[in-house]
T-cell receptor
């Protein structure tokens, strides 16, 4: 089946630094990838929709200059948290939709801790 | 926009009993309803899904029912086992193939199966 690989699985960074999270579709092409944020004991909140070769579409309230998304190929999307602050600490999860198919496949998530 | 309500937020059952989780959605145009299982520190895993042209779908101990008129769908787990303990999310989206829209998630149900 479709597999999405997300790296790193966890990262600790200092306030003010930037962190990049990668999301790769391993055995299929994904024209669209989604980035979610999940706080403890809460549901997944969609941050942005990433379309290959075009600008990402951000949900209301999500700062596009802080959460940079790049979807340069059909198998890779990246989320960069710029100038991270402790309040950015969260679980970030990517998802991909199979090109021409149904359903969504999720990555394993990235636990970001900003100290 | 779409809104998905999920109940209960927590559910505790004895091993071997059945568990039922219910969700309602607001957008009658939604036509894809997946259920995800999320274990601690991991990404969501699809366990079963259903489309609006089907009323019920079953996969071994797991079944999903859909009532389009009432706009609600339910997850049924029979003969529960301790390894079924996790957080379960329902979701809804509209479209098909390349035009599938974003997934809107319920708030989740923490299922605990006591041995």
């Amino acid at each position: 089946g479709a597999v999405v690989s997300q790296h790193p699985s966890w990262v600790i960074c200092k306030s003010g630094t930037s962190v990049k999270i990668e999301c790769r579709s391993l055995d299929f092409q994904a024209t669209t990838m989604f980035w979610y944020r999940q706080f403890p004991k809460q549901s997944l909140m969609l941050m942005a929709t990433s379309n290959e070769g075009s600008k990402a579409t951000y949900e209301q309230g999500v700062e596009k200059d802080k959460f940079l998304i790049n979807h340069a190929s059909l198998t890779l999307s990246t989320l960069t948290v710029t100038s991270a602050h402790p309040e950015d600490s969260s679980f970030y999860i990517c998802s991909a939709r199979v090109l021409g198919g149904d359903g969504y496949t999720f990555g394993s998530g990235t636990r970001l801790t900003v100290v | 926009g779409e809104n998905v309500e999920q109940h209960p937020s927590t559910l505790s059952v004895q091993e071997g009993d059945s568990a039922v989780i219910k969700c309602t959605y607001s957008d009658s145009a939604s036509n894809y309803f997946p259920w995800y299982k999320q274990e601690l520190g991991k990404g969501p895993q699809l366990i079963i899904d259903i489309r609006s042209n089907v009323g019920e779908k079953k996969d071994q101990r797991i079944a999903v029912t859909l009532n389009k008129t009432a706009k609600h769908f339910s997850l049924h787990i029979t003969e529960t086992q301790p390894e079924d303990s996790a957080v379960y999310f329902c979701a809804a989206s509209f479209g098909s193939g390349g035009s599938q829209g974003n997934l809107i998630f319920g708030k989740g149900t923490k299922l605990s199966v006591k041995p």
